[in-house]
């Protein structure tokens, strides 16, 4: 008979975070993005203690100034320091990202989830319409989104977030209908537990790791599709300061200070990067069967 | 098959109706009466009225509808609310532009994402799959209208290598928003393609190829790539859409003169009746490749189930 204790146990903390953790730490291009989105979260955060510039206050006399030591990354045709509107305009772009996808996750998830679950005719409506959403491509469905509802950053976020509902739909109905035939939810529905606890008690926790996937993937390209809506300006206006709203008012200097445009370009290359970094490293690290679905 | 092909055309045409059905509403659900949209700021009573009959708008919406839909078919897509014109002339001049810009895109996204994919798979982990790798990476990242910028900065502005804007200067235009186009496909076809093909290395009938001898190129073209490619072109088929909504912000970034450009001049001029025809164009075109890259689909994997 073998003592238990007598098995090697080199570590004592073996919770599934602690295994998920150690899995993503030792993917080194994973790791490199989650260090590039806390630093840019970080900066945002922190845009008082980095700068005593206001992001929002003109100063025509330093106008399209170069970048130098009082201006870091220069200022703009307003003379407003881009750096502290890059700081500033980082809350509000990643801000906007998360706002999106979640709502795109609290309205895809459950009518995933009642998709698959239930079948039928709810099945049927819910996959048309995700069929439709996904019917146009994707960036004229939130321009014109935007054009129906009129501009603004509530207005920019709906119509962003209508974009990731359809992949949350799709990946929960498939969770669940490879769940709901499992035992325990037999077991569950035996002793009598309502459907509602069945679906958010036992089957959408199951069902999370691919939603936690897909939403980090989705960040980008909502953060992408907002900041372009923004270049266009139909996304935040001016002068609240927004990365891609920045590169669309900026774009008339491209000739003469090309200076303006760089920053606002890298801000959001980097969160892109960033988060596509770390939605792959989860993928991997929480479920590699995934890396075909998404 | 032949059940399976009219089910997906029907199913297209189902697609289209619905759009069709979003865009007509597009027009009633805006804030404003639609009437004085068409006659303008500055038009008096008696003209909104006059036009509101003559538009037919003083109908119930269900009748409004029946008259979309049947000029519609007529190829008939109402009048500019800006420029008098009808829409379809505006549609019908722009769209080879765009036509032009999304197939050249999409040409220089296959012919340089297949190849690349193909050479980071058979020379996995080396130098070349890494630095291929690496610059997918960037090119999943860049938002396309970035890119553009920086390519006009660096070979218009700087170099001079290329036109900065418009489409008047043969290919010399057309490069650079070719390429900002190509390049979030490009990248992904790449990606697609290196998994795709590493995939199919890793099968048994590629191992049997080996053992009988056979040459090493005559097994990558005639076993390898054309297994591999059959989910590269799905990937192709839905970056198409990918392409034309791109085109709208590279458009707009280079003044090029297609639909793109001239959904947000419509945008901005509230010329929304020529919003309404660019949408339909657009989404038209989505579906029509959709169905296209499916049927392809099944012609070529003759293991796809058509039920």
Redesign the interface.
């Known amino acids: 008979m073998i003592e238990l204790s007598n098995l090697p146990n080199k570590k004592t903390n073996e919770s599934p975070f602690y295994l998920f953790w150690e899995r993503f730490r030792k993917n080194t291009p994973a790791t490199i993005g989650l260090i590039l989105l806390v630093l840019l979260l970080a900066a945002s955060l922190a845009a008082p203690l980095l700068t005593d510039m206001d992001p929002l206050k003109n100063n025509l006399i330093e106008a399209l100034e170069k970048p130098s030591a009082t201006h870091p990354l220069g200022t703009d045709y307003l003379g407003r320091d881009i750096l502290s509107r890059i700081l500033y305009g980082g809350r509000l772009t990643l801000t906007i990202g998360f706002l999106a996808v979640g709502l795109g996750l609290v309205i895809g998830v459950p009518l995933g989830a009642i998709s698959g679950y239930y079948g039928g005719w709810a099945d049927l409506l819910i996959q048309r319409i995700a069929d439709i959403l996904l019917s146009f491509p994707s960036f004229l469905l939130a321009l014109t989104l935007v054009a129906l509802m009129g501009v603004g950053e509530r207005n920019l976020i709906i119509s962003v977030g209508i974009l990731a509902i359809p992949s949350f739909i799709r990946l929960v109905r498939g969770a669940v209908l490879t769940l709901r035939s499992q035992l325990y939810i037999d077991a569950a529905r035996s002793i009598g537990a309502q459907d509602w606890r069945i679906i958010f008690k036992h089957i959408l926790p199951n069902a999370m790791v691919p939603v936690i996937i897909n939403a980090s993937l989705n960040l980008g390209y909502a953060i992408t599709t907002a900041a372009g809506l923004g270049f266009l300006g139909l996304g935040v206006q001016p002068p609240t300061p927004e990365w891609g709203t920045m590169l669309g008012e900026s774009k008339t200097y491209i000739f003469s200070h090309p200076y303006m445009l760089t920053s606002p370009g890298v801000a959001i290359f980097i969160a892109i990067i960033g988060l596509n970094l770390v939605g792959d490293g989860l993928r991997d690290a929480l479920d590699p069967r995934l890396k075909n679905l998404l | 098959m032949i059940k399976y092909i009219l089910r997906r055309i029907l199913v297209s045409f189902l ?1 289209l109706l ?2 069709v059905t ?1 865009v007509f509403l ?1 027009l009633r ?3 404003g009466d639609p009437a004085q949209l068409y006659a303008g700021q500055n038009a008096t009573t008696e003209d909104i009225e006059r036009l509101r009959v003559q538009l037919n708008l003083d109908k119930p919406i269900h009748i409004q509808y029946g008259f979309f839909i049947s000029k519609l078919v007529q190829g008939d897509m109402g009048i500019s609310m800006r420029t008098n014109e009808p829409v379809w002339h505006e549609i019908k001049s722009r769209l080879p532009a765009t036509i032009r810009l999304a197939v050249s895109g999409m040409f220089i996204a296959v012919l340089v994402g297949i190849p690349a994919g193909l050479f980071s798979a058979i020379k996995r982990y080396s130098f070349f799959d890494h630095l291929i790798s690496t610059l997918t ?2 090119g ?7 890119l553009g ?2 390519l ?2 660096v070979f218009a ?1 700087k170099l001079r290598w290329f036109a ?1 804007a418009g489409s008047q200067e043969g290919l010399r235009s057309l490069v650079l928003p070719a390429f900002t186009l190509a390049a979030f496909s490009m990248a992904l076809i790449t990606r697609m393609t290196r ?1 795709s093909v590493l995939e199919v290395l890793s099968q048994e009938y590629i191992t049997t190829a080996r053992a009988k001898g056979q040459k090493e190129h005559v097994i990558l073209y005639r076993h390898v790539l054309r297994n591999a490619l059959i989910p590269v072109i799905t990937v192709v088929g839905l970056q198409f ?2 392409l ?3 085109s ?2 590279t458009e ?2 280079f003044a090029w003169p297609g639909l793109g450009q001239l ?2 001049q419509s ?2 001029s509230r010329d929304y009746s020529t ?1 309404q025809g660019v ?1 339909l164009v ?2 038209g075109l ?2 029509l490749v ?1 169905l296209i890259v499916d049927l392809l689909y099944a012609y070529i994997d003759p293991r796809i189930q058509y039920d």
């Open positions: 697609t619905v759009i979003f597009l659900l805006l804030p990476l960037v999943v990242a860049m938002p396309v209208y970035w910028l920086m006009i900065i502005v900065a998994a859409g990918n034309l909504g791109g709208i912000l707009t970034i959904l947000t945008l901005f919003v949408v657009f989404s989505f579906i959709n």
